[in-house]
């Protein structure tokens, strides 16, 4: 299973949950908070598929402190009513309303999808939108019916250009999904900086200083301090580093750009907020929606020279790269996609892992709403 081994002693001080538990509980706790009962579902499927590939910066981890407390403090809407602005051929406008992010991209999605089916490809942007999960779910949408799909999204303000210190770009995925002939897809979802802000929050979690490179302060000094990192990340007192990291010699400019790319992509096509204006604050300094865009691109391969052509050179390709010689002292060369699908394989039989803090929050949402769940963790 390669990286898998290491699981017992990387979530050693975990509680490990199954899929249905983890799904219905994050279901039930959004419904709670006013969600109804269709987006919760969505919003649910979303987030657990996170866990089920081994992302935990972006399920259960990110069910209270981003959706829930933003609905807490009326900063983001339950409800999601999605509008419509343009729908031409093969493309089509969205807004939605400041609600739950998850329910309008999957909408956007599934209409690129269909435009795909009809004109070869499809491209659908959303205005006015919240955090979506991971970007890999909507990709891996178009993958399960062939199609490669290509998601990004802008986020509040923590890349810092290179050269810069000043945190003015989200980390903003570039994602792609592509069907293959194997028993996964490729997706390659990932920041366009070193890390992201999930990432660092598990490393908070787990109570560990962070890498040197991933963060710079104010004097383009490494930070790796991750509590106060997470407060200064806010304050425009700490920022990403681009991927690439530092400067130009070993290609931070690149992540700069591709950031900037995502930027354009999620806010000129649908007349979206931007950079600073992503700061989650008015000019009181209280806090504030933070509306974001996105993007959705369906390709469909039949249209090309044929879907089983597609993906049997797809995966050619990703066997031989697999297949290369490897560097010494290393066992694996895995591709995009593949490690994914081992935490999917490891965990659909062991379940989810949940460290201490998270348990605590689960314990506390249900408590306040008295959700009827009795956890395993619970002495």
């Given amino acids: 299973m390669g990286y898998i081994e290491d699981y017992p002693k990387q979530y050693k001080d975990c509680a490990w949950l199954d899929f249905g538990t983890l799904e219905r509980f994050m279901k039930d706790a959004l419904m709670a908070y006013g969600v109804p009962e269709k987006d919760a579902e969505i919003v649910g499927d979303v987030l657990i598929e996170s866990d089920k590939r081994g992302i935990d910066s972006?399920?259960?981890?990110?069910?209270?402190?981003?959706?829930?407390?933003?609905?807490?403090?009326g900063t983001q809407s339950p409800t999601t009513k999605i509008d419509i602005l343009k729908d031409e051929k093969a493309v089509a406008v969205l807004d939605g309303n400041n609600g739950m992010g998850h329910v309008v991209s999957h909408k956007a999605m599934s209409m690129a999808i269909d435009k795909a089916k009809e004109y070869g490809i499809g491209m659908t942007v959303v205005r006015h939108s919240t955090h979506y999960g991971i970007a890999g779910y909507y990709a891996t949408m178009a993958t399960k019916q062939n199609m490669i799909g290509i998601t990004g999204t802008n986020a509040r303000p923590s890349i810092a250009p290179t050269f810069g210190v000043e945190n003015m770009l989200g980390t903003n995925p570039l994602t792609f999904g592509m069907p293959t002939d194997e028993e996964f897809p490729f997706v390659l979802d990932c920041a366009t900086s070193v890390s992201q802000r999930g990432k660092i929050e598990v490393y908070g979690r787990a109570g560990k200083d962070l890498p040197e490179g991933w963060v710079i302060d104010e004097n383009g000094k490494t930070r790796t301090d991750t509590a106060q990192v997470l407060i200064d990340l806010t304050k425009g007192k700490a920022a990403l580093t681009p991927l690439g990291g530092l400067g130009?010699?070993?290609?931070?400019?690149?992540?700069f750009g591709y950031a900037?790319?995502?930027?354009?992509?999620?806010?000129?096509?649908?007349?979206?907020?931007?950079?600073?204006m992503l700061n989650g604050v008015d000019e009181n300094g209280k806090p504030k929606p933070i509306l974001l865009g996105h993007f959705f691109i369906a390709i469909d391969p039949s249209k090309f020279m044929g879907v089983e052509l597609f993906k049997k050179i797809t995966g050619t390709i990703l066997r031989e790269l697999r297949a290369s010689k490897k560097?010494?002292?290393?066992?694996?060369?895995?591709?995009?996609?593949?490690?994914?699908?081992l935490a999917w394989q490891y965990r659909k039989e062991h379940g989810c892992p949940v460290p201490v803090s998270l348990q605590k929050n689960m314990i506390d949402i249900r408590d306040r709403f008295h959700l009827d769940y009795r956890f395993p963790f619970e002495k």
């Fill in 58 to 73: 972006h399920g259960i981890g990110r069910l209270k402190p981003i959706y829930l407390d933003r609905i807490d403090a």
């Fill in 327 to 341: 560097a010494p002292g290393q066992e694996r060369i895995f591709t995009a996609g593949e490690k994914e699908y």
């Fill in 248 to 255: 130009e010699l070993t290609g931070g400019y690149k992540g």
């Fill in 260 to 276: 900037t790319v995502v930027e354009i992509l999620s806010t000129a096509l649908q007349d979206n907020d931007y950079m600073k």
